[in-house]
C-alpha cells in the first residue's frame, strides 16, 4: 500500500499561471481533504470531500477549485496563482464520512509562486 | 469561531527530560481530539481522545483530555532526539467533516 501520494512535490509558478495538485489514495477510504501549511498558521482545510461526488468548502477556499474524480483521486487547481498561495499542500484521507476517525496525510506539495 | 490553542509555540530540551505540551480548544460540539506528529514531511497519528479523564499511553507518550476546561496535554517521558518534531493537536466537531488544527508546538530535543 502506498498510502496517500501527492504530484508534484515541488513546483514554481509564476502569478497567473494554473496548475493542477494530484492525490490520490489507495486505502479505499471514503473522505479527502486538501489542506495548506502556512508557518505560524497551522493546517488549515481549503476544501474536502466526504464520499465519492460531493465536496465541500472549507477554510480557505478562495482561489481554488477541486475535483473529486472517483474514490481514489481528488485534485485541487488553481486557476490563477497569486504570490500568497504560496505554501505547503497536503492531501489526506479518512476512512469513513465521520471527523471522529484519524487522517492519513501525503507527502505535501511545496508550491512557490513568484 | 471554533479554534484551537497551542502551547508552547516552541520549546527546546535535553535528553532524558519530560515535556508537557498543552492543547486548548473552544469547538462547537466537540466530538474528538487528536495529536499528530510532524518531521518535516506529512503529520503522522499519534492518538485520538474522545472521553474525558481517559489516558491514552504509546511508550514514552501518553495524553489524556478534559473536557469540562476543554484541553489536553500530550506528555513526552524520557526525550530522545528522535522526538524533535511539530506537534499538532487538532479537534472535530460533531457536525461536519472539518477538523480544526492549533498552529503546532515545535519540541526540539538535544544530546
Known amino acids: 500500500n502506498a498510502g496517500v501520494t501527492q504530484t508534484p512535490k515541488f513546483q514554481v509558478l509564476k502569478t497567473g499561471q494554473s496548475m493542477t495538485l494530484q492525490c490520490a489514495q489507495d486505502?479505499?477510504?471514503?473522505?479527502m481533504y486538501w489542506y495548506r501549511q502556512d508557518p505560524g498558521m497551522g493546517l488549515r482545510l481549503i476544501y474536502y470531500?466526504?464520499?465519492?461526488?460531493?465536496?465541500d468548502k472549507g477554510e480557505v477556499p478562495n482561489g481554488y477549485n477541486v475535483s473529486r474524480l472517483n474514490k481514489r483521486e481528488f485534485s485541487l487547481r488553481l486557476e490563477s496563482a497569486a504570490p500568497s498561495q504560496t505554501s505547503v499542500y497536503f492531501c489526506?484521507?479518512?476512512?469513513?464520512?465521520?471527523?471522529?476517525?484519524?487522517?492519513?496525510f501525503g507527502p505535501g506539495t511545496r508550491l512557490t509562486v513568484t | 469561531e471554533d479554534k484551537v490553542v497551542q502551547s508552547p509555540l516552541s520549546l527546546v530540551v535535553h535528553e532524558g527530560d519530560t515535556v508537557t505540551l498543552n492543547c486548548s480548544y473552544e469547538v462547537t460540539n466537540f466530538r474528538s481530539l487528536l495529536w499528530y506528529k510532524q518531521e518535516k514531511k506529512a503529520p503522522t497519528f499519534l492518538f485520538m481522545l474522545t472521553s474525558s479523564g481517559i489516558e491514552k499511553k504509546s511508550g514514552r507518550l501518553s495524553s489524556i483530555l478534559d473536557k469540562k476546561e476543554l484541553f489536553s496535554i500530550l506528555n513526552i517521558t524520557a526525550t530522545q532526539t528522535g522526538d524533535s518534531a511539530v506537534y499538532l493537536c487538532a479537534v472535530a466537531p460533531n457536525t461536519g467533516n472539518q477538523f480544526y488544527f492549533g498552529t503546532g508546538t515545535s519540541l526540539t530535543v538535544i544530546p
Open positions: 486505502m479505499n477510504h471514503n473522505s
Open positions: 489526506a484521507s479518512s476512512a469513513l464520512a465521520e471527523p471522529a476517525v484519524e487522517q492519513y
Open positions: 470531500s466526504a464520499s465519492e461526488g460531493t465536496t
